[in-house]
């Protein structure tokens, strides 16, 4: 949920719609593109279906263009790596049960648009 909400709001960011939000250092990924609305669109138009698949509706007219399937983006390992370990810490702080049970023996699959390369985590990331 916080991450449809978060890219709507890049993607309004992106198209110049509001001042708020403007150097999050994110951004720099779909900033770094020939075409950062179709990236970002092409994003959260992932994140829907995910949403569609789990039961849940995401209002996709809210999204500026439509899915282009072959928009890919690269992530280093070491970004993914991180990312997980701090989503882990979090949910482990705020529900054991439900983090023992769903992510202690998982490993993190990256956003469809995304191909893994090795790396480490992303300049822009604050450590």
């Given at each position: 949920?916080?991450?449809?909400?978060?890219?709507?709001?890049?993607?309004?960011?992106?198209?110049?719609?509001?001042?708020?939000?403007?150097?999050?250092?994110?951004?720099?990924?779909?900033?770094?593109?020939?075409?950062?609305i179709?990236a970002?669109?092409?994003?959260?138009?992932?994140?829907?279906?995910?949403?569609?698949?789990?039961?849940?509706?995401?209002?996709?007219?809210?999204?500026?263009?439509?899915?282009?399937?072959?928009?890919?983006?690269?992530?280093?390992?070491?970004?993914?790596?991180?990312?997980?370990?701090?989503?882990?810490?979090?949910?482990?702080?705020?529900?054991?049960?439900?983090?023992?049970?769903?992510?202690?023996?998982?490993?993190?699959?990256?956003?469809?648009?995304?191909?893994?390369?090795?790396?480490?985590?992303?300049e822009?990331?604050?450590?």
């Open positions: 949920m916080a991450g449809w909400r978060e890219g709507l709001l890049a993607q309004k960011v992106l198209a110049g719609e509001t001042t708020g939000y403007r150097n999050h250092p994110q951004l720099l990924r779909f900033r770094a593109t020939d075409d950062p179709r970002i669109t092409s994003y959260l138009w992932r994140l829907a279906e995910e949403a569609d698949r789990r039961g849940y509706t995401f209002r996709s007219d809210k999204l500026l263009r439509p899915l282009e399937p072959s928009v890919s983006l690269t992530l280093a390992q070491g970004q993914l790596d991180y990312e997980w370990a701090h989503l882990c810490r979090k949910v482990e702080q705020r529900d054991p049960p439900w983090f023992r049970a769903h992510l202690a023996a998982s490993a993190p699959r990256p956003h469809p648009m995304f191909t893994l390369i090795p790396g480490p985590v992303a822009w990331e604050i450590v």
